[in-house]
Nanobody, 115 residues
Framework: QVQLVESGGGLVQPGGSLRLSCAAS????????MGWYRQAPGKQRELVAT???????NYEDSVKGRFTISRDNIKNTVFLQMNSLKPDDTAVYYC?????????WGQGTQVTVSS
């Protein structure tokens, strides 16, 4: 099993930055794909970004050039650096890990972009 704990959310003004962290309960070097998803009120959960053990990344089109996903295999942590935030980025952000045959989710962290 994998337990994931997110942190770093909060309230930020448009154009601001936040850095989300996701701490895993096991070594993430054995988890091929980890990622961040988000869910805004009244909307379905959507992919934001993923990263593989090899460092390959994938981003949702609306965050390309603004968000950066990274992983620290020593600290067993995945990060999401979010710059140039927009009100449309407001959502609960969830960390995800696909380990063995199933996905694991964190409890989520709220990100609110508002003036």
């Amino acid at each position: 099993q994998v337990q994931l704990v997110e942190s770093g959310g909060g309230l930020v003004q448009p154009g601001g930055s936040l850095r989300l962290s996701c701490a895993a309960s096991r070594t993430i070097s054995t988890i091929y794909v980890m990622g961040w998803y988000r869910q805004a009120p009244g909307k379905q959960r959507e992919l934001v970004a993923t990263i593989t053990t090899a460092g390959s990344t994938n981003y949702e089109d609306s965050v390309k050039g603004r968000f950066t996903i990274s992983r620290d295999n020593i600290k067993n942590t995945v990060f999401l650096q979010m710059n140039s935030l927009k009100p449309d980025d407001t959502a609960v952000y969830y960390c995800n890990a696909f380990y063995l045959t199933r996905p694991y989710w964190g409890q989520g962290t709220q990100v609110t972009v508002s003036s």
